[in-house]
């Protein structure tokens, strides 16, 4: 039996993404039927439920419900229900759970309660014959197949796909702004190879890192920052570009990395301060994203243009990379990161 090589199923399911999302654009007819049911019990406002990862899909989702369906949008904490009992009116409320696994005790109780509490409840998950998707009154499978590695690649990308066809059919889309990023998934992580390179080398030592974003690439920020803290165990932190310049600015300094997910559209623009403001403060930014180019970065990392929505299915490529690349770097196996598994329970 040939040794299985540290990293080796992140690698190959990083590699995976470009065909798995091209597949969901296939499949997309499967949730529009999903978005149809939906549509024709409209929802007051959306709350959504998730862990890990998965919630920064949940965030991603909630960008996409506030700016193109005009909801009012909230993450939910679903300890309120499971151990406060808290059971709120949810009559005319559209409720999402975003779980890989569908496994997770907390957020099959509280899909429950909320489905006998009145709300439309609608699982986002890969494991179709999960509890999760049994709970759920509507489920949309986004068909990432088995993810090996327990740092999440190709099962995030999925998600955050399918949750931006299933709001954009709620509005009546056809899903055009993702016909191509299959292709376009490609185009980043074959020309993002000697910059993840440069990345990981310049980075190797660093203990401090900070992401950063704004608008619908937070979502980025937030899942880059737990892919390097998982894989690389370094010592990372999220922000909102907004929240980071309200007090965070004042620790950063020319001991800090601060990655700077720039992508084109609203957030560049509101981002272009931010990246200014830390690289005053001596901090070494890498810039990651369309509009990598238009920040002040001593590193960046080109991704492939899209509309602004989908921006984030292919900002966190080459950000997967790096945390691929540095974890192998520092000694570490990114398929097996200490102290983790690939299903965690909590209640």
Same mark, same amino acid.
């Given at each position: 039996?040939?040794?299985?090589?540290?990293?080796?199923?992140?690698?190959?399911?990083?590699?995976?993404?470009?065909?798995?999302?091209?597949?969901?654009?296939?499949?997309?007819?499967?949730?529009?039927?999903v978005a149809e049911a939906i549509s024709k019990r409209p929802p007051r406002f959306a709350l959504l439920a998730a862990r890990g990862s998965s919630d920064h899909a949940?965030?991603?989702?909630?960008?996409? =419900?506030?700016?193109?369906?005009?909801?009012?949008?909230?993450?939910?904490?679903?300890?309120?229900?499971?151990?406060?009992?808290?059971?709120?009116?949810?009559?005319?409320?559209?409720?999402?759970?975003?779980?890989?696994?569908?496994?997770?005790?907390?957020?099959?109780?509280?899909?429950?309660?909320?489905?006998?509490?009145?709300?439309?409840?609608?699982?986002?998950?890969?494991?179709?014959?999960?509890?999760?998707?049994?709970?759920?009154?509507?489920?949309?499978?986004?068909?990432?197949?088995?993810?090996?590695?327990?740092?999440?690649?190709?099962?995030?990308?999925?998600?955050?796909?399918?949750?931006?066809?299933? =709001?954009?059919?709620?509005?009546?889309?056809?899903?055009?702004d993702a016909e191509r990023l299959g292709e376009l998934a490609q185009q980043t992580l074959d020309g993002a190879g000697e910059g993840v390179q440069r990345a990981v080398?310049?980075?190797?030592?660093?203990?401090?890192?900070?992401? /950063?974003?704004?608008?619908?690439?937070?979502?980025t920020a937030l899942e880059g920052s737990l892919k390097l803290a998982e894989t690389s165990y370094l010592a990372a932190r999220a922000y909102s570009g907004a929240d980071?310049?309200?007090?965070?600015?004042?620790?950063?300094?020319?001991?800090?990395?601060?990655?700077?997910? /720039?992508?084109?559209?609203?957030?560049?623009?509101?981002?272009?301060?931010?990246?200014?403001?830390?690289?005053?403060?001596?901090?070494?930014?890498?810039?990651?994203?369309?509009?990598?180019?238009?920040?002040?970065?001593?590193?960046?990392?080109?991704?492939?243009?899209?509309?602004?929505?989908?921006?984030?299915?292919?900002?966190?490529?080459?950000?997967?990379?790096?945390?691929?690349?540095?974890?192998?770097?520092?000694?570490?196996?990114?398929?097996?990161?200490?102290?983790?598994?690939?299903?965690?329970?909590?209640?």
């Open positions: 039996m040939t040794e299985q090589r540290p990293g080796e199923h992140m690698a190959a399911e990083i590699s995976q993404q470009p065909a798995i999302l091209a597949g969901i654009v296939e499949r997309q007819a499967e949730i529009a039927e949940a965030l991603y989702a909630k960008y996409l =419900i506030e700016v193109l369906l005009g909801l009012p949008c909230g993450l939910v904490s679903p300890s309120t229900a499971t151990l406060y009992g808290a059971r709120p009116d949810l009559r005319d409320v559209l409720f999402i759970t975003v779980s890989q696994s569908g496994g997770s005790p907390d957020l099959i109780e509280v899909t429950e309660t909320a489905r006998r509490q009145g709300a439309l409840t609608v699982s986002v998950t890969n494991t179709p014959d999960s509890p999760l998707r049994s709970a759920a009154e509507l489920g949309v499978d986004i068909g990432a197949g088995l993810e090996k590695a327990v740092a999440a690649t190709k099962t995030y990308s999925a998600t955050l796909l399918s949750l931006y066809l299933l =709001i954009d059919a709620v509005r009546g889309g056809k899903g055009e080398d310049r980075y190797r030592f660093v203990d401090r890192v900070l992401t /950063t974003g704004r608008g619908y690439s937070y979502a980071l310049l309200h007090g965070p600015v004042a620790a950063v300094d020319g001991e800090t990395a601060v990655l700077a997910v /720039t992508s084109k559209g609203h957030g560049v623009g509101a981002m272009q301060e931010v990246v200014e403001a830390v690289g005053k403060r001596g901090a070494d930014v890498l810039a990651v994203g369309s509009a990598a180019g238009d920040v002040p970065a001593a590193l960046r990392i080109g991704v492939a243009p899209s509309a602004e929505e989908v921006a984030p299915i292919l900002e966190i490529l080459p950000i997967q990379r790096i945390a691929l690349g540095l974890s192998l770097a520092r000694g570490g196996d990114p398929d097996s990161p200490r102290g983790l598994l690939k299903v965690t329970k909590t209640r």
